[in-house]
């Protein structure tokens, strides 16, 4: 069966002032994946989010979610939003809001069991004003679900969770998408993006300049990660040609290396330390990718 776009957006633009936020901006959404919208902050992310749910009007191009204009009601109640910053009021308890949420929805989701299904009813009630950071995020999440979305926006979802409520988000998120519900996730966890995405969406000064799966994208960077135990600094290496990352994570030393410049830089590194251990060399992951095309897009 073809894929179906339940997000379009062709040729779009949105200025503010002197700042061109979008600039010809191209994305769709199928029906049943999860699309990874990633970039460094001012990109335009959040300008696009905005653009698709009606929040602003674009300057000039094309939006459409399913099939009809952003803010349309019948559009809006096939939607789920988890955005950045959002208000709650801090006075009632988890499940009052929850219910008050699913209560706009025609066939939304029973309260108990988008509790139940977000693993949130320990915390139903509690008031949300009383709740941590990251249980905020939390019930954010299960109100998002609450209309049984077909489109589920999710900005950040993760930010302030514990590695544990992350993982747990993740399977939630894996099931969303298993049972047909099409998912567009902006994230700075670029771990998150790797593991969750269909397709990854690179936009840089309000353009796409890479998309594919993470695969693609990141085969399509001409780099290697060395990964070593040395004791040469991650300064000293980071100035050599060819290293576009040097950082020292858990007493590892990684490299990011032009393919060009590989066989120099592991000749290099066993001609600078011969105490040298547990050389390995691999194609670059999506966080590599990720930081070479944004730097490659800066000027």
């Keep these: 069966?073809?894929?179906?776009?339940?997000?379009?957006?062709?040729?779009?633009?949105?200025?503010?002032?002197?700042?061109?936020?979008?600039?010809?901006?191209?994305?769709?959404?199928?029906?049943?994946?999860?699309?990874?919208?990633?970039?460094e902050n001012g990109a335009g992310k959040t300008t696009a989010i905005s653009l698709m749910l009606g929040l602003q009007t674009p300057d000039a191009g094309q939006i459409r979610m399913f099939g009809l204009p952003p803010g349309d009601m019948e559009a809006r109640r096939r939607l789920g939003v988890m955005l950045q910053e959002v208000f709650m009021?801090?006075?009632?308890?988890?499940?009052?809001?929850?219910?008050?949420?699913?209560?706009?929805?025609?066939?939304?989701?029973?309260?108990?069991?988008?509790?139940r299904m977000t693993n949130t009813d320990s915390l139903g009630d509690r008031r949300y004003g009383l709740l941590s950071g990251g249980q905020k995020r939390q019930v954010q999440f299960a109100i998002a679900l609450c209309g049984k979305p077909e489109l589920l926006f999710l900005d950040e979802p993760t930010v302030g969770l514990d590695v544990q409520a992350r993982q747990g988000l993740w399977d939630i998120v894996r099931k969303q998408v298993d049972a047909g519900c099409s998912i567009l996730l902006t994230t700075h966890y670029l771990e998150e993006a790797e593991a969750?995405?269909?397709?990854?969406?690179?936009?840089?000064?309000?353009?796409v300049v890479k998309s594919g799966t993470v695969k693609e994208v990141t085969q399509s960077i001409s780099t290697r990660r060395i990964t070593c135990t040395s004791r040469l600094t991650a300064d000293e290496v980071g100035s050599w040609p060819g290293v576009a990352i040097a950082v020292v994570e858990n007493g590892s030393l990684k490299l990011t290396v032009d393919h060009a410049?590989?066989?120099?830089?592991?000749?290099?590194?066993?001609?600078?330390?011969?105490?040298?251990?547990?050389?390995?060399?691999?194609?670059?992951g999506l966080a590599d990718a990720f930081v070479k095309i944004t730097q490659e897009n800066r000027l």
């Design 196 to 207: 969750l995405a269909d397709r990854i969406v690179v936009l840089a000064k309000g353009r």
């Design 89 to 115: 009021a801090p006075e009632l308890k988890v499940r009052e809001l929850v219910t008050l949420f699913a209560s706009y929805y025609p066939d939304g989701h029973d309260p108990d069991e988008i509790l």
């Design 261 to 284: 410049e590989l066989e120099s830089t592991v000749s290099r590194l066993l001609e600078r330390d011969n105490t040298l251990g547990d050389l390995s060399v691999s194609q670059a």
């Design 1 to 39: 069966m073809a894929s179906v776009d339940l997000a379009e957006m062709e040729g779009v633009y949105k200025r503010f002032g002197d700042t061109t936020a979008l600039d010809g901006f191209d994305l769709r959404v199928r029906r049943g994946e999860l699309v990874a919208l990633l970039g």
